[in-house]
């Protein structure tokens, strides 16, 4: 290749230098001209070739660096100040309410006395979203008592738990 683009100017070159030694006419010049021509067009092409070539192995090596990331589900930090703020009054301490304790993500997820009160992927079957919802079967399970949660709140613990209830 370094040939290819080297060449033209040389014999660009050469044919001033036989102009000057009146070694060819201007007949043969045209063709040396149209020679030119041809290898600096294929020495550019050449180039082209080149950078497209290392273009697509870029492209290729760096795939992974430019897929789309996973968009991240909400972790425990958007859920625990609801819980803080409302929920532990009750669930926490040495006899938490039905045993549960809504302090920390391991003890939320340890459930109560009755169980797992999260089931990670199901807001339906997670007896917590539930108890907020006030869909219970007994009114006295609805969570806080008295009281029911912002829409908001309530739909930031059931993304929470449908994206996979994670902790980070
Ligand atoms: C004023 C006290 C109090 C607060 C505040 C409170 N709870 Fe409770 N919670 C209770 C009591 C009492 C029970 C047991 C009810 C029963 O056994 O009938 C309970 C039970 C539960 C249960 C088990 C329900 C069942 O029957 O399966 C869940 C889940 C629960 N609470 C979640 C919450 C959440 C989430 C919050 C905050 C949004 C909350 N609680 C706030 C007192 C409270």
Redesign the pocket.
């Known amino acids: 290749m370094t040939a290819g683009l080297v060449a033209p100017q040389f014999v660009t070159q050469g044919a001033i230098n036989a102009m000057r030694t009146e070694r060819i006419d201007s007949r043969n010049l045209l063709a040396v001209r149209i020679v030119c021509f041809v290898m600096q067009a294929s020495s550019i092409s050449a180039v082209l070739a080149v950078a497209g070539v290392f273009a697509v192995s870029y492209a290729f090596a760096h795939q992974e660096h430019v897929k789309p990331m996973r968009a991240p589900g909400p972790s425990y930090a958007a859920v625990a100040p ?2 803080k703020q ?2 532990v ?3 926490s301490g040495p006899h938490p ?2 045993g ?1 304790d ?1 302090t920390s993500y391991a003890s939320i997820m340890k459930g ?1 006395h ?1 169980g797992k ?1 999260i089931v990670p992927g199901n807001p339906a079957r997670s ?2 979203s ?3 919802h006030h869909s ?1 079967k ?1 009114p ?2 609805s ?4 009281r029911t ?1 912002k829409k908001a709140e309530i739909f930031r ?1 059931d993304n929470w738990i449908s994206s996979g209830a994670k902790e980070k």
């Open positions: 609801i819980f409302n929920c009054g009750c669930h309410k039905n549960l809504l109560d009755d009160v007896r917590l539930e108890a907020i219970l007994k006295l399970d969570m806080p008592p008295g949660l613990i």
